[in-house]
């Protein structure tokens, strides 16, 4: 038994649908939530800038004695480098890849994520690492985040955005689309109905908190006891408590602000 928490974090509210895939299976250990409110989209920010943030957000997360981190946020999955920690980090793009590869029929799987995840290439080297016969077709949406962040994603304006982003993969013929961007799931209504029946769509956070959970299981980690949540973000807090509270269905009493700049 460990009763540490879990620290988990993503540029912004993205990262809660993995918290909520990991309350479902590991609904007694106690987590530390932070969105980098301040600093979202990562998407368009540079390697040297991710690498930084992340830096200073696994420092928080490390002085809030957590046993280990999950990093929500594929862009930060796609550029950083993981080996300079010593804490265990949990990625959610190799998850997302391993998930990837188990859901297609006809080998033709498809990305959506944000242009640096895209223009890393790393689901494309993560996928073929495992099985190099798979097509990968991948295509950046950079309207997405913005709109998931205003809690825009059920609107007209994230129909049109998907209508404009998923158009191409019409021509691929993929049988499989791996929402690889974090905030993506929040979008699953409308790129559903845009996308249309046949495609699977892969959420990464599925395969991940399975993985995690035998991760604790095995080394006797879980916490039997818990159950706590405690929020923190950089910046905007108003609509991440909305956004949060609608997608965990649970009341939220208060969301920390960090200055994370100084970790
Ligand atoms: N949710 C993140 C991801 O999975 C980052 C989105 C962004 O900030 O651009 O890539």
Redesign the pocket.
């Known amino acids: 038994m460990d009763s540490r928490p879990i620290g988990i974090f ?3 509210v ?2 809660l649908t993995v918290l909520k895939r990991l309350i479902e299976v590991l609904p007694k250990e106690n987590y530390i939530y932070f969105g980098d409110t301040k600093r ?5 920010k540079s390697r040297e800038e991710i690498e930084l943030f992340a830096g200073q957000i696994i420092n928080f997360m490390i002085e809030k004695n957590v046993k280990a981190i999950v990093i ?5 999955c796609a550029v950083i480098n993981k080996e300079k920690y010593k804490i265990k980090l949990f990625d ?1 793009l190799k998850a997302g890849a391993r998930s990837g590869i188990l859901a297609t029929r006809n080998k033709k799987v498809g990305v959506i ?2 242009a640096r ?1 895209v223009e890393s290439k790393s689901y494309e080297y993560a996928i073929k690492a495992l099985d190099p016969v798979i097509e990968v077709y991948q295509k950046a949406c950079p309207q997405f ?1 913005p709109l998931i962040e205003e809690g825009l994603y059920n609107s007209i304006l994230a129909y049109e955005a998907a209508k404009e982003c998923l158009r191409d993969f019409n021509e691929y013929g993929i049988d499989t689309l791996i929402l ?4 993506y799931p929040l979008m699953i209504e409308v790129i559903n109905r845009v996308i249309g029946v046949g495609i699977k769509l892969v959420d990464p956070a599925i395969g991940l908190s399975q993985e995690i959970l035998e991760y604790v299981k095995e080394r006797g980690m879980e916490n039997p006891t818990g159950g706590k949540i405690e929020f923190f973000v950089s910046g905007d807090e108003k609509n991440f408590k909305t956004i949060a509270k609608r997608l965990l269905g649970r009341e939220i009493d208060e969301v920390f602000t960090v200055d994370i700049e100084k970790y």
Request: with cysteine.
């Open positions: 993503d540029s912004g993205g990262g979202v989209p990562y998407g368009d929500a946020c594929n862009t930060t959610v994520a944000t995840t985040v690889g961007c974090t905030h």
